[in-house]
């Protein structure tokens, strides 16, 4: 048995659903910027299982590499407004920081 393209579009739709149900459901912004990666990471494995399969060489590793790059300074920039808002609201709780509308 070798591993196809399905079994990586199977592993791919997992990882968004996760991802999509994180950011959803969850009221914690740490766990909404870790559902944020993960449909990140998704969309890294279908670059990349796409550019394998379909014969287009290295487009895939290197998209997916920006992407990398992308989640990277997201994740600093998310985290460093997570850290500014807790220092204000002394919460990290999505649904209880509605001082920002003011």
């Known amino acids: 048995m070798s591993v196809g393209l399905n079994h990586f579009l199977v592993l791919s739709v997992i990882l968004f ?3 999509i149900y994180a950011v959803l459901t969850r009221k914690n912004a740490i766990q909404v910027l870790m559902g944020i990666e993960l449909i990140l990471n ?3 494995i279908n670059f ?3 550019a394998r399969y379909g014969n287009y060489g ?3 590793q290197v998209i997916s590499l ?3 790059i992308l989640a990277a300074a997201e994740a600093a920039i998310a985290l460093a407004i997570v ?3 807790y220092k204000q609201f002394t919460t990290v709780n999505v649904d209880e920081i509605d001082g920002l509308k003011e």
């Open 48 to 50: 990349i299982a796409f």
């Open 17 to 19: 659903s996760l991802g």
């Open 58 to 60: 290295f487009t895939g």
């Open 83 to 85: 850290l500014n808002i």
């Open 66 to 68: 920006f992407v990398i």
């Open 42 to 44: 998704s969309a890294n």
